[in-house]
Nanobody, 113 residues
Framework: VQLQASGGGLVQAGGSLRPSCAAS????????MGWYRQAPGKQRELVAS???????NYVESVKGRFTISRDNAKNTVYLQMDSLRPEDTAVYYC????????WGQGTQVTVSS
């Protein structure tokens, strides 16, 4: 099983990024997918999730700014991040969950003020 995250980077406040996470070795369509983030000195938190049926959920701090989506044909989950703020700076991890949970390697997102 491999979850390959990419698409992070450095952006100014107010900008946008769209990380993606490509999965292999799993029946992707069966899995609930999530994006988590971990800032230095803080606990990892769930940012957004999307179920196998495409129901989405967001942490309050990103509602209206972030959009999670999935493409089952490409085994890929995306996180469209708009109106980025310096407090969004963190390593972003994707996760696949269906009985077992798998983690990707993380992608750094840095938002400068």
């Amino acid at each position: 099983v491999q979850l390959q995250a990419s698409g992070g980077g450095l952006v100014q406040a107010g900008g946008s990024l769209r990380p993606s996470c490509a999965a292999s070795g799993i029946n992707f369509y069966m899995f609930n997918m999530g994006w988590y983030r971990q800032a230095p000195g803080k606990q990892r938190e769930l940012v957004a999730s999307i179920t196998s049926g495409s129901t989405t959920n967001y942490v309050e701090s990103v509602k209206g700014r972030f959009t999670i989506s999935r493409d089952n044909a490409k085994n890929t989950v995306y996180l469209q991040m708009d109106s980025l703020r310096p407090e969004d700076t963190a390593v972003y991890y994707c996760s696949a969950n269906h009985i077992l949970r798998y983690w990707g390697q993380g992608t750094q997102v840095t938002v400068s003020s």
